[in-house]
């Protein structure tokens, strides 16, 4: 986070809050499982191979689609350097919003899949040279590095390197708690919200690269 410019750090808060936004969404129409957290449909995935083998399919092809997200992403971003932040937001907004159709539809497992591939995308859009450089869908390693940060300013010794995955956390637990409360009134607002949001990350990566 601390490398990039204020514009940019900005932008990956914003990715992280769609991320959060995406997830509790994916989360409340699956049942429990996740279109962004893998870590989590891994466990999932593993108990469930042990109890009931059949239930670990769900949480397998979610997986699969966010790993082809990611790839389809990364080989995207090879050919767009440069502008590749704008044509990734542009993918994660259109796919969403064809997701967000299909679940007004009645179809929420295309919903899910298509969540998933989305969010592999948006883990793209900061890399440099093939890496990813902010994770923005989740958040274990940005809260060690914020807990390695308060240590260090316990110790009177504060490492710059730390600042701001604080606020990367937070961003992505108030996009969780916004995706929760739209669920409350209808899932499908809130992956229209979540499409409305890409929209604008897209515009303002616009704005960024120019």
Known sequence: MHRYDPARQRLALGLAGLAGLVDATGFVVAGG???SFMSGNTTRMGVELVERPALALAPLGLIAC??????????TGKRVRGRHKRVLLGLVAAVLGAGGGLLAA???IPFLALSAMAMGLANNVFARDGEVT?????????????????????AGAPLPS??????????LALGAAT????CLIAPVWAAGTATIAALALWLFALRVER
């Open 33 to 35: 499982y996740f279109t």
């Open 66 to 75: 966010f790993l082809a997200g990611v790839i389809a992403g990364a080989m």
């Open 106 to 108: 009645g179809l929420p």
């Open 134 to 154: 902010v994770g923005v869908t989740y958040m274990t390693g940005a809260l060690v590095r914020f807990g390695q940060g308060v240590a260090a300013r316990l």
């Open 162 to 171: 730390t600042r701001g995955y604080g606020l990367l956390w937070s961003a």
């Open 179 to 182: 995706g929760g409360g739209l």
